[in-house]
Each structure stands twice: as structure tokens, then as C-alpha cells.
T-cell receptor, first 111, second 117 residues
Framework: LAKTTQPISMDSYEGQEVNITCSHN???????ITWYQQFPSQGPRFIIQ???TKVTNEVASLFIPADRKSSTLSLPRVSLSDTAVYYC????????????FGQGTTLQVKP | GAVVSQHPSRVICKSGTSVKIECRSL??????MFWYRQFPKQSLMLMAT?????????EQGVEKDKFLINHASLTLSTLTVTSAHPEDSSFYIC?????????????FGPGTRLTVT
């Protein structure tokens, strides 16, 4: 399973766009990239998943360069409620298999 | 959307006793479920893979005789912490795999806070 590296923490202000980059140099050909959000004392919540290029949904965008050795989660116009820990994970066949969580990025959104 | 529940949400037990935590997939069948443990300010640590109808697969360093996993049906997996000790106090989270139209999605439960006194 590919190891991921993310910044430990990030600060932002309400209304700003936040980009969190994850490195996964050893990603395998059949690995997908998935991002989860976790609030204190809650289970992780799925945000977005992608394989290559760009994926966008109602809450975020995921940018994946051609070499797939990194990915960037983009959160548009964050609010205080986006303060959470964000995890980047890579694994085969999307969510089929076990996920190994890295340290995650603690995002603090300030007013 | 798919929902995974856990019961209880929090439990306090005395040292030496056993505690059972349930993980249920509420609107889908899950042949595979996972159990994680999370200590304060730390990331989730995968403990084991629970497969319906077969023995669980434990991650390295996780004692299978201490953390008993039973996946007796397609919607229920249980984790029993046997002879619990204060160091077993943690946040236990399960997840379940749902397959739909050839796609696979993993959903996490809300977690169970275990405190051993």
C-alpha cells in the first residue's frame, strides 16, 4: 500500500480557498486516491475520489497530475465548519480494500 | 446514502472485563468490514479485516485473542475487547464495503469511545 505524506497542519480564513497537497510517490497503477474528512470523535467521512486529472463534486475538487505521484484537494470558500482533519489515502480499486491512514492534515479555519 | 452504525457510542468498563462493540451496515450488505482504533490526536490504525463467514485477518501487532472479531452476517460485525485494560481505552471505528454496479464504496461508522477504568 502506497505511503502518503501530507502537511501536518494548515491555517486558513473563512471564505478562502484551501489546497491540501498529498505526496504518494509509490502509487501503483491500479491505485485510486481518496480523501476523507474527520471531525473529533466521529468516523471519517468520504469527500472525493479520483484516479487521474481532475474530479469535482459539490464539496471539493481533486487535482491529480499525469504522473499521479501527488494530488491536491481543493476546498472552495471554506467556513468554520470545515475545521477538521483531512486524510489522503491511496488504495487499489477505489474503496475495495483496506485503507492505511497517514497522519492527516489538521485544517484550522479562522473567522 | 449508505449508513454504518455502531453500538454503543460510548462505554465505560472496569479493568478485566470484556466489552462487545457492534458494527452494522443499515441499508446494504457488507461482506467485508474493517476495524480501526484511534488514540487521541493520532490517526486511525487498522486493526483487522472482518470477512463474513470466515476468520478475521489481523494486522501485525494486533492480538487476535484479545480483540475477537465475529462477522456472522452480511450486516453485522462485532469486536470484543477481552480482559480490557486502561491502555485499551480508545476510539474504535468500523467501516463497511458496499458494492453497487461494479463500484465499491467504503463507509465508516460513527465510532465507539471505550474507557477502561
Amino acid at each position: 500500500l502506497a505511503k502518503t505524506t501530507q502537511p501536518i497542519s494548515m491555517d486558513s480564513y473563512e471564505g478562502q480557498e484551501v489546497n491540501i497537497t498529498c505526496s504518494h510517490n509509490n502509487i501503483a497503477t491500479n491505485d485510486y486516491i481518496t480523501w476523507y474528512q474527520q471531525f473529533p470523535s466521529q468516523g471519517p467521512r468520504f469527500i472525493i475520489q479520483g484516479y487521474k486529472t481532475k474530479v469535482t463534486n459539490e464539496v471539493a475538487s481533486l487535482f491529480i497530475p499525469a504522473d499521479r505521484k501527488s494530488s491536491t484537494l481543493s476546498l472552495p470558500r471554506v467556513s468554520l465548519s470545515d475545521t477538521a482533519v483531512y486524510y489522503c489515502l491511496v488504495g487499489a480499486s477505489g474503496n475495495t480494500g483496506k485503507l492505511i491512514f497517514g497522519q492527516g492534515t489538521t485544517l484550522q479555519v479562522k473567522p | 446514502g449508505a449508513v454504518v452504525s455502531q453500538h454503543p457510542s460510548r462505554v465505560i468498563c472496569k479493568s478485566g472485563t470484556s466489552v462487545k462493540i457492534e458494527c452494522r451496515s443499515l441499508d446494504f450488505q457488507a461482506t467485508t468490514m474493517f476495524w480501526y482504533r484511534q488514540f487521541p490526536k493520532q490517526s486511525l490504525m487498522l486493526m483487522a479485516t472482518s470477512n463474513e463467514g470466515s476468520k478475521a485477518t489481523y494486522e501485525q501487532g494486533v492480538e487476535k485473542d484479545k480483540f475477537l472479531i465475529n462477522h456472522a452476517s452480511l450486516t453485522l460485525s462485532t469486536l470484543t475487547v477481552t480482559s480490557a485494560h486502561p491502555e485499551d481505552s480508545s476510539f474504535y471505528i468500523c467501516s463497511a464495503i458496499r458494492t453497487s454496479g461494479g463500484e465499491y464504496e467504503q463507509y465508516f461508522g460513527p465510532g465507539t469511545r471505550l474507557t477502561v477504568t
